[in-house]
Every structure is written in C-alpha cells, then in structure tokens.
DNA sequence: GGGTACATGTAATCAGTTACATGATTTA
DNA sequence: TAAATCATGTAACTGATTACATGTACCC
C-alpha cells in the first residue's frame, strides 16, 4: 500500500476529507473553490477522480447512495490520516511555482511595437487590483491581520491560507504600478509626450 | 496555420527565438534557468519538444548539423514573429497560478500533531530566505532597484522579469515570519514553554 | 586516459485540462 | 411546467514530468 508519490492533489483531497469528514466530489470542488482555489486552480474533475485513485490505494473508501442523486461520497481511512500526518511532518522544499502570464508577456514586451509594455502593465494592474479587491470583500478575511493568539478556529485557518494570496496580490499591484509609471516615463521621453490617461494610473 | 491555441511554453521559445536569435534546445534551456526558470519551472524535455511543434506548425524552421553533436538549431519564421506580436498585444486574463507546496501544508497544519504548524513555518521560512539570498547575489538585480528611466538594456529586462520574483520571496519571508510567531505564540501559551531556538526566530 | 560534468535527445507514463453528457433541483 | 442553474460524472486528449540512454568535452 505505498503511500508514496502522493501528488499535491492528493494531499488536498486527504487534509480536506481529514478536517470536514465524508465529502462528495462536489463538497471538495466548493470547499477548494472558497480558499485555495482563488489562487490555485483545481479543475473539478480532478476532485472527482483523485478520490477514486485515493481509495484504490486504501486511503479512503467510497460509499453510494442508492437513491436519488446517487452520489459518491469518500471517507478517509486510518491509512489516509497517517498518510497525511506523515506529509505533514516530511520537511518540503520544492519550490513555489509562480505561473503569471502577465509576467511572461511583460518579459518579452520588447518584442513588441512600442506601446506594448504600458499596455500590458496597465492590463495586469487592472487584473490585480480587481483580485485585491474581490479579497478584501470577502469577510473571511477582515478581522486578523495582526498576529491572532489564542485558539485558532477553522475560519482563521481558511483567512490564514489566503492571507499569503492577499500579500501576494498587494506585491503584484505595486510591482505593476511601477512598471506603469516606468512605461509612462520612457513613452513619454520617447515620444515627448504623455498618455492621455495618465491621471487615472495614480489614482 | 492556425497560431491559436498556443501554450505559455509556446510564447516562452517563441519570446527566446525572436531575442535571442536561433537556438538550439540547449540554450533555451539555459536562458531559461537563468531567469524564468527561477519560479516557474520548464523540465528541459519540454524545451526539446516545444520547439519541434512550432516547426510542424510553422512557426519556427529547424536545422540540423552535419557533424559533431549534431544539435539541432530553430529559427523563429515571420509567423512566428507575428504570432508573438499578437500574443503580446492581445490583453491577458488568465490568473496567476501561485501553487506553494508549503501553503498547503500550513493549510492543513491543523490536522497534524501540535507543533506542525511550527514546523512547518521554520522550515519554510528557512527556504524562502535562502531563496532571497540567492536572488540578491546574482548580480543582475544589484542595480535599479528603483525606478530606471531611459533605454533599457537586455540585462534590465531580465532583472525586470525576477523583480517580481523578488518581491513575492520578500512577501513570503514576511508572511512565514508571521507564522513562526503566532505558532510560537501558541506553543508557548498551550505548553507554558518556549521552543528553546527561539532566539534564532527574530535574527 | 579515466572520471565527471556537460549536453542532447527520446520514450513512456501520468496528471491536468477540455469537452461532453446528463440528471436533479429550484424558480419563474 | 419550462427554463435555468446546480450537480455529477466520464472520456478523450494533450501537455508535463520522469526515466532512460547516450555522446561529447573537459579536467585531473
């Protein structure tokens, strides 16, 4: 029963059957899509099939129901909490994957006609602070900003994982902001003049 | 000769073709590792295989040499070029994908014994400062940390791809930082006691 | 001249993604 | 009761990753 090559998936799928008990497919793809989903993609039919994979090797078993809407529905097993404490406690240094397509164009702009760097930037800028933005809507994340003591409920933990997302996206809205202003500076020493919007980037 | 449906890795060797000039696999792989290849990983296989599907598409020409290594050698075509024209110049949505092997696990860490999330955050912690380090040796970041105006160099558009890079590493030494000391914080109100390398914590 | 690191490539596997397809529940 | 949306699943595909395999240049 190796329990070894586990994926990140995987391990989604057990620490989420692990904290909310049995949990349908469906279950998985709302509770991803409410945290981690905001800045890691799981498609959903990847948490229809990793269950399944999971239980072919013992880590959780499925059950289902008979009438209506004949859901599977997945519980972890004693091999699966294991599997997921040892996950826990195995020191992990791969690396951050950081996919940004706005960085790749932004780093390839000079390719591009001349106006192409301000208007990349201004479309990342745009992107970024409307995610700042749909953050800082979500109430989830209001309270604690400064270091919480005490006992931390469920709802901490879930502000916990996007509090990394939200300094994420205040990095990425300064950094856009400074190739703005840098794109801005060099058109208009090129060209001697100045983009007729720029008043709006500041604001 | 639809140029639809092309990935980032497409764009990624049509970017390094039409700066760089013709490459062979080889070099895209360094150029790679140099910059981007930092925070977002490209296994060198699919810099072997990328390539080769731009030419049966068009995009690129291949050749091969006679004798020696006989490496082969890509040249970008002028649909190449255009498609990565229209690529830069077409506005793009697409989300960043923030995948922290290390953000899931001190997203689970409360399924695990009491120090996990101590664990955890010491150790990615360690990971991201190293990586910090890294960064600030490598000599193509020494300079414009700030605003540079003026013409940019080659050089200056490299640093302007890993300044974000940058600013995501000091974002994550923060945040783990944070962590570290709420999970100390924690540790010490629930056990009465202080983890004895505290001190190290703050250096 | 033997070892080591650099360089080049392919093949097989596997995971992630897209697309398809349909059933169940709610709401107008 | 029809439409819309929510929910559930599967299949095919494609791209990414791993593993394998080998050759070349350099260094001791």
Redesign the pocket.
């Known amino acids: 029963m190796s329990t070894d090559?586990?994926?990140?998936?995987?391990y989604l799928v057990l620490g989420l059957l692990a904290r909310e008990g049995p949990c349908?497919?469906?279950?998985l793809?709302?509770h991803v899509a409410a945290t981690l989903g905001h800045f890691w993609?799981?498609?959903?039919?990847?948490l229809?099939?990793?269950p399944?994979?999971l239980a072919s090797i013992g880590l959780a078993t499925e059950t289902?129901?008979e009438?209506?809407?004949?859901?599977?529905?997945f519980t972890i097993t004693d091999a699966g909490s294991h599997a997921l404490r040892a996950w826990l406690e195995r020191p992990n240094r791969e690396p951050t994957?950081l996919r940004d397509p706005g960085l790749l164009q932004i780093f390839f702009s000079d390719m591009g006609p001349s106006q192409t760097q301000w208007t990349i930037a201004r479309e990342q800028l745009a992107v970024h602070r409307a995610k700042l933005a749909a953050y800082m809507k979500d109430e989830v994340l209001g309270s604690g900003t400064g270091s919480a003591f005490g006992q931390r409920t469920l709802e901490q933990w879930l502000s916990h994982g996007l509090r990394m997302a939200v300094m994420y996206e205040r990095s990425a809205v300064a950094f856009w902001e400074d190739v703005t202003v840098d794109a801005v500076a060099e058109e208009a020493s090129a060209a001697g003049g100045v983009p007729e919007d720029y008043g709006k980037l500041i604001a």
């Open positions: 090559q586990l994926s990140s998936t995987s349908t497919p469906y279950d793809k709302r993609s799981f498609p959903h039919a990847l229809y099939a990793e399944t994979r289902q129901e009438r209506g809407r004949r859901r599977r529905v994957e």
